[in-house]
């Protein structure tokens, strides 16, 4: 507990309430080097001696085998094996991802686990494959969207009959492209959002989304015959203006220009449609009690993983009771709470979004409580910080940073984007 006085080689240390204490200390010139901890209250007294383990200095005679905070290894880089002709494999391999009606392979503009996630795209997705490469300790591959754009995604998200039993870098494919031909488009407004009903022949199109403050861009890859478009649902609808369309050669843009910024979108394939579903804001019915009626997921977030402060404090049950008191609050205010565990048992990241899009969540926080790492010192880089994925998630972002500013008084780490995977599968800021 925090009543006792600390003292290390004879150094008084800073005991905090909660028993937690750090001390700068250097290490003794010893053959033997040691620290001897002293904690004393009004009764009692403990002593604690810890040998100091110091390492080696490192041989620094072949640089590609070094590691130390200083002097990183070199990784040797791996060269790309190109895969020659014409091979289309099939994206979305079942045990590769989460097992979900509309669950997507992420492909990124280079190989590598730092890279952007750029495209979400179906199981089913066919593509040409033109390569393969090992980066980040994992196998990844190369595919041609369409012969103007090339990706790369994790090996393990092609179909398994697509892989050759004795090579893990050949491929086994169709040796002709699949024809996408696009049909006329259609709209369907309901009261929480609207549907753009794309049909198409053939397996599902490679597409990327892209928001704008007032707008979002679908583009689909190696499709043909797309109709052009330009169409509104009404022309009173307050949130959607009007969808039009810009077809190339083998691709297709579609415009959805909105009258506020964007809230969250779903792309669906079923049936041999795309069906891009547009989230309208929520409608705000008592500007007095603005969250009534209302659906908000809470998040603790972990277990499983999760970080354990120098108390033994456990992250996932910290925020398990935050969550327990916003559930609370939110429930007094009209909020219809979606929770995505109330117990300590552990709740898989990639299910947290589902249970969220399954209810049709107006927004999805997830609470957390960040360690830093070994070596930086907790009581000077503390802080609040608020991390977000889309940016239709910026506004929310934004808010809540700054409610959390004024509520905790604690540093300004920020409202920022991170590749945070329990953020990525929701259609909700
Ligand atoms: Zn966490």
Excluded: C
């Excluded at 179906?122 to 593509?127: E, K, L, Q």
């Excluded at 196998?139 to 893990?168: C, H, K, M, T, Y």
């Excluded at 309901?190 to 199109?205: A, L, Q, S």
């Excluded at 669906?268 to 969250?291: C, E, M, Y």
């Amino acid at each position: 507990t925090g009543d006792a006085a600390l003292s290390i080689n004879g150094v008084p240390v800073p005991v905090w309430p909660n028993g937690a204490f750090m001390g700068w200390l250097p290490v003794p010139r010893d053959n033997a080097p040691r620290y001897d901890l002293l904690a004393a209250n009004k009764t009692e007294k403990a002593r604690l001696v810890l040998p100091i383990k110091i390492p080696p200095a490192p041989d620094t005679t072949n640089r590609q085998k070094l590691v130390g905070d200083t002097l990183q290894p070199v990784p040797l880089p791996d060269t790309l094996v190109p895969v020659p002709g014409n091979v289309f494999v099939t994206l979305g391999a079942p045990a590769s991802t989460v097992n979900d009606t509309d669950r997507v392979t992420i492909a990124r503009p280079a190989p590598g686990n730092g890279q952007e996630y750029k495209w979400f795209l179906f199981p089913g997705t066919v593509v040409k494959i033109t390569g393969a490469q090992k980066a980040s300790g994992d196998e990844f591959v190369r595919i041609e969207l369409d012969s103007g754009q090339v990706a790369w995604v994790l090996r393990s998200e092609l179909q398994a009959q697509n892989i050759s039993p004795d090579s893990l870098r050949r491929f086994i494919g169709d040796s002709v492209a699949p024809i996408r031909r696009v049909g006329a488009v259609s709209l369907e407004p309901g009261p929480d959002w609207i549907d753009v009903v794309i049909p198409t022949t053939g397996p599902p199109p490679p597409y990327l989304v892209e928001e704008t403050d007032r707008s979002i861009s679908l583009l689909l890859y190696g499709v043909t015959e797309a109709p052009v478009v330009s169409m509104m649902p009404q022309p009173t609808d307050p949130y959607f203006n009007s969808v039009s369309s810009t077809p190339e050669l083998t691709r297709v843009r579609y415009a959805i220009n909105l009258n506020r910024a964007p809230y969250g979108y779903l792309a669906l394939w079923q049936n041999g449609k795309l069906t891009f579903r547009v989230r309208r804001p929520p409608r705000i019915a008592d500007a007095a009690s603005p969250l009534r009626g209302l659906t908000i997921t809470v998040d603790p977030g972990h277990p499983p993983a999760g970080a354990t402060g120098p108390t033994g404090f456990y992250e996932g049950d910290g925020v398990l009771q935050v969550g327990l008191r916003v559930r609370d609050l939110l429930t007094q205010r009209g909020v219809n709470v979606v929770m995505t565990r109330t117990t300590p048992d552990p709740v898989d990241l990639g299910l947290r979004a589902i249970v969220s899009r399954r209810a049709n969540a107006h927004a999805f926080v997830s609470i957390h409580l960040n360690a830093f790492p070994d070596g930086v010192n907790p009581f000077v880089n503390n802080g609040s910080l608020t991390l977000y994925f889309w940016p239709h998630s910026i506004p929310l972002a934004v808010a809540t940073q700054a409610a959390l500013l004024a509520e905790l008084g604690l540093r300004d780490n920020g409202a920022k984007y991170q590749n945070i995977a329990v953020a990525r599968g929701t259609w909700m800021p």
